[in-house]
């Protein structure tokens, strides 16, 4: 059963709605652990979800200084196939998605005044139409880690609506690529 019936009503009821929320989760998520794995496999050890860093992020790596995110293209808002914004309470949706980028921006903003690097994995990276092979995305990451000198960048899927690939240096702040 899908949540629309094509003319924006929810055909769920709030306490069917309320169940299907409740079971989305922040941590452990399949794109996180497909990460964490790959990594693990490269020789990567790395802290989960350090609640004293801004942002919560998922992999910490203290001793290089580098963290990353592992951000699902929906609660993110990312500009690809695997985002389309809900037929259903668009207002809210609009405005919590819009809250979830400023807090994205200011984590990651925090995060390298602290001195860290960052790198987002964004899941169309992972999975749909335009996802690269596994391999690949855990390659660039090692590459980006081993890369003291690595600015904040991040991965996602091929083909972008920009047209890029792999690994790329960007204001996350802004969404535009560094020049």
Same mark, same amino acid.
């Given at each position: 059963?899908?949540?629309?019936?094509?003319?924006?009503?929810?055909?769920?009821?709030?306490?069917?709605?309320?169940?299907?929320?409740?079971?989305?989760?922040?941590?452990?998520?399949?794109?996180?652990?497909?990460?964490?794995?790959?990594?693990?496999?490269?020789?990567?050890?790395?802290?989960?979800?350090?609640?004293?860093?801004?942002?919560?992020?998922?992999?910490?790596?203290?001793?290089?200084?580098?963290?990353?995110?592992?951000?699902?293209?929906?609660?993110?808002?990312?500009?690809?196939?695997?985002?389309?914004?809900?037929?259903?309470?668009?207002?809210?949706?609009?405005?919590?998605?819009? @809250?979830?980028?400023?807090? *994205?921006?200011? +984590?990651? =903003? /925090?995060?390298? !005044? $602290?001195?860290?690097?960052?790198?987002?994995?964004?899941?169309?990276?992972?999975?749909?139409?335009?996802?690269?092979?596994?391999?690949?995305?855990?390659?660039?990451? @090692?590459?980006?880690?081993? *890369?003291?000198? +690595?600015? =904040? /960048?991040?991965? !996602? $899927?091929?083909?972008?609506?920009?047209?890029?690939?792999?690994?790329?240096?960007?204001?996350?702040?802004?969404?535009?690529?560094?020049?």
């Amino acid at each position: 059963m899908t949540a629309c019936d094509g003319r924006g009503v929810d055909v769920l009821t709030p306490t069917q709605r309320s169940l299907c929320m409740s079971r989305i989760r922040g941590r452990d998520t399949k794109p996180e652990m497909l990460i964490r794995r790959g990594l693990f496999a490269r020789g990567f050890r790395y802290r989960l979800h350090d609640g004293t860093l801004p942002g919560r992020p998922d992999l910490v790596f203290p001793a290089r200084r580098a963290v990353i995110f592992v951000h699902g293209c929906f609660w993110h808002a990312h500009d690809c196939a695997l985002f389309t914004l809900p037929a259903t309470r668009r207002e809210f949706w609009e405005n919590k998605l819009r @809250a979830n980028r400023e807090r *994205d921006a200011s +984590a990651i =903003t /925090a995060l390298e !005044q $602290g001195g860290w690097r960052v790198l987002v994995i964004w899941e169309c990276a992972l999975k749909g139409r335009m996802k690269r092979s596994f391999d690949e995305v855990f390659d660039e990451c @090692a590459c980006w880690l081993a *890369d003291s000198g +690595a600015e =904040t /960048a991040e991965i !996602q $899927g091929s083909g972008q609506a920009d047209g890029s690939h792999g690994v790329e240096p960007t204001s996350i702040t802004d969404g535009r690529k560094r020049q």
